[in-house]
C-alpha cells in the first residue's frame, strides 16, 4: 500500500485500484475538535481536485477535495455518528471515503510521506 498527499491535506492509501482517502494529522490538528463530517455519497463520481467532502469543527468549516479522480465505492458511515473519529484517528479509522481510481498516473503529483513532511515542516 502507497500513502501520498495533497497541499491541502488529504491523504490517499492506495491498495491496487482503490484508494482511501481522509485528511492529514496535520488538518486535523488545524481544525480543532470536528463536530460534523458530511462524506460522499457511494457511487459520486469525481474528478481530481473535486469538494468530495465537507468537515466542520468548533473554529471553521472546510472542504475535502479528492486527490485523485475515480467512483466512491464506500463512505465511512461511522462519521456520521461520530465525527471525533477524524480527531482521534485522522489518518487511520477516521478516513472519510474509498474511491475507485479511473486514473492513477494523477498519484504522480502528490507527495509522498517524506515530501509531505518536510513541506508542513514549513508552514
Known sequence: MSRYFTEDH???DV??????????????GQLGDIVFV????DGKELTKGDEAAVVRSVKAA??????????VVESNDDLTATPGLVNEDPEGDG????ITLSDPSELESLMDET???AFVSKL
Open 10 to 12: 488529504e491523504w490517499i
Open 15 to 28: 491498495d491496487g485500484d482503490v484508494g482511501t482517502v481522509g485528511i492529514s494529522e496535520y488538518a486535523q
Open 38 to 41: 458530511d462524506v460522499p455519497e
Open 62 to 71: 472546510s472542504d475535502v477535495y479528492s486527490p485523485a479522480s475515480g467512483t
Open 95 to 98: 478516513w472519510f471515503y474509498k
Open 115 to 117: 515530501a509531505y513532511a
